[in-house]
Each structure stands twice: as structure tokens, then as C-alpha cells.
């Protein structure tokens, strides 16, 4: 199963996220206590201030997640889990920066990769939540990089609504469902 989850910043998306990993999770451990919860995260400790961010996301989480940080590659940490496993990508946003900015992938290479985490969890039969940022709602910036920031999210988020089975949008922590319900 896969599950998109998009907002803006401060939307209340990851909170809805992490709450639906560990639904899925709790339910799938009714039915083989061998799954797990994962938690992919792809933000870097850059400074103080991100540092004690991520200090107290995976306090708030607490020990039923295993966080996992990759900024980079995630088709070999996705091809580790098994069948009804919960992982939870978060932020797609983050990772197409780390991905643009620091590796110089084309728009090709982000959409081949993307599908493969994609497939993956296909053909693992595994339930990927994917977190994302809506940041193309308003006036189109006139910086030529931002602009192609922006347009490769999009194109990324479309690409991955028209494979999920769930596709929601968060705002104001209310979900509004663009593509299937729970």
C-alpha cells in the first residue's frame, strides 16, 4: 500500500502521517507479530536549531519506531523490509533538495528513483507513507532555481498520486483526501 501525504509547513502532515504508520502498524501486528515501524528520515543535523529538532521528533516518537537516517539513497534501505512492514518517508521535500542541490540528479534520475521506492514496496507488499510539502500554492518565484525546485516537487508528487492507493492533503491538521480513504 502506498500513501501520500502533502501539506504546507506546519500543516499538522507529519503528525497525521506518524498517527496512520502506527495504525497500519498496530493492525498488522494483530495479524503477524514479525512487523516493524520505520521511520526514514532525510532531514541532516545542518545546525543547533536542526539538531534539537530532530531531538525531539524522535523523543515524541518514542522506542516503537526505528528511525533510520538516509539523505541520499533509499532503494537499498527499502528493499530490506518485509511484507506488511510500516515505514514512513519523511519529507519527500527534503530529499529531492538534498538530491538537486548536492548530487545534481536531473528530473529523470529523481522519477526513476522515486519508482523504484515505489515498486519496492509493491513488490515487498509493504505499506510506504510518503510525506511531502505543498510549495507550489502561490505567486511562481522569479528564481530560475527555486522555480525548478518547485516544478520537480510537483512533477514528483504528481507522479506519485497517480501510484498511490491513499492520497491526502493536510491542512490545519484536517485531512482532505485526494485519492482513496482509510
Not at 510518503?130 to 510549495?135: H, T
Amino acid at each position: 500500500m502506498i500513501f501520500f501525504i502533502s501539506g504546507g509547513a506546519r500543516s499538522g502532515k507529519s503528525q497525521f502521517a506518524e498517527q496512520t504508520a502506527l495504525s497500519y502498524f498496530y493492525q498488522m501486528k494483530e495479524e503477524n507479530h514479525r512487523v516493524s515501524l520505520h521511520y526514514i528520515a532525510t532531514a541532516k543535523k545542518s545546525d543547533d536549531e536542526m539538531a534539537e529538532r530532530i531531538r525531539i521528533h524522535q523523543h515524541d516518537r518514542g522506542e516503537t519506531w526505528h528511525t533510520i537516517e538516509e539523505y541520499f539513497h533509499l532503494e537499498p534501505i527499502l528493499s530490506k523490509f518485509k511484507k506488511g512492514d510500516v515505514i514512513l518517508i519523511d519529507c519527500l521535500t527534503i530529499w529531492v533538495s538534498n538530491v538537486m542541490f548536492e548530487h545534481t540528479r536531473t528530473m529523470e534520475e529523481m522519477e526513476e528513483r522515486v519508482n523504484r521506492w515505489l515498486s519496492i514496496a509493491r513488490e515487498k507488499q509493504f505499506h510506504l507513507l510518503l510525506v511531502s510539502n505543498d510549495v507550489n500554492e502561490g505567486i511562481p518565484p522569479i528564481d530560475d532555481v527555486v522555480q525548478r525546485y518547485m516544478y520537480a516537487l510537483q512533477r514528483l508528487h504528481s507522479m506519485i498520486v497517480q501510484q498511490s492507493d491513499i492520497a491526502v492533503q493536510v491542512q490545519a491538521g484536517i485531512p482532505l483526501y485526494w485519492k482513496g480513504e482509510i
